[in-house]
């Protein structure tokens, strides 16, 4: 197997992080100017600096998969993109110790959920789920979705966005993700707050994570 490791990346003089070519708000931005901003930037810039190494970003690809896979395929050394510390991925990346722990959190329609709860409770309806969830397509939540909530309908959507835009139309009936983005959705679309509610769960972390280099065990 490939082997890089500590001395290798210190020789190369390089720090190679990787950045999907998506914005991650609240973490991370890219500046009109090609610069970018945000705790997740500076975050790579200390271990940089920290390590005394030139940074280097990394193009990770459209999704959160191929950003996992960028970092698998030793094409970056690092990759920093609010990633989840997901079961699945931890065969073929290192995850470093949390820097964020967010609960998961979801954003639903309240007319499908009066229609599914009849006369019982709005706990027991999510616990028994049988409706369309919509969850960002190659993204720690499809996984997260179908553990949770076995019974129901998993509707990947291509972007956050069009995933909003779904659950406006119909064509699902709640929406998740972290907590950081669920209370986002009504805060940026006040209309929204009638026909919608927002519901944070108490139970399920979603604990964000750098991700190291499979043989980077001295990095790490």
């Given at each position: 197997?490939?082997?890089r490791d500590l001395k290798d990346i210190l020789a190369d003089g390089r720090l190679r992080v990787a950045f999907a070519n998506f914005d991650v708000p609240g973490f991370r931005k890219k500046l009109p100017s090609g610069e970018y901003e945000g705790p997740e930037y500076?975050?790579?810039v200390d271990i940089a600096k920290s390590l005394n190494l030139a940074l280097v970003i990394v193009n990770g690809g459209d999704?959160?998969?191929?950003?996992?896979?960028?970092?698998?395929?030793?094409?970056a050394d690092l990759g920093i993109n609010r990633m989840s510390a997901s079961v699945d991925r931890a065969h073929f990346v290192r995850f470093s110790q949390p820097y964020a722990k967010l609960r998961h959190g979801m954003v639903y329609n309240r007319k499908s959920l009066a229609q599914l709860a009849r006369d019982g409770n709005l706990e027991d309806v999510f616990r028994q789920f049988t409706g369309r969830i919509g969850v960002i397509a190659a993204s720690s939540y499809v996984g997260f979705a179908r553990e949770t909530f076995p019974r129901a309908t998993i509707v990947p959507v291509k972007t956050w966005d069009a995933g909003i835009q779904a659950?406006?139309?119909?064509?699902?009936?709640?929406l998740y993700r972290d907590e950081f983005e669920v209370r986002r959705v009504l805060e940026r679309y006040p209309d929204m707050g009638v026909p919608f509610g927002s519901a944070i769960f108490t139970d399920k972390t979603d604990v964000k994570v750098v991700y190291i280099c499979n043989p980077c065990a001295n990095l790490q």
């Open positions: 197997g490939a082997t500076e975050l790579a999704t959160f998969n191929s950003l996992a896979q960028t970092v698998a395929d030793l094409k659950l406006r139309d119909g064509t699902i009936d709640t």
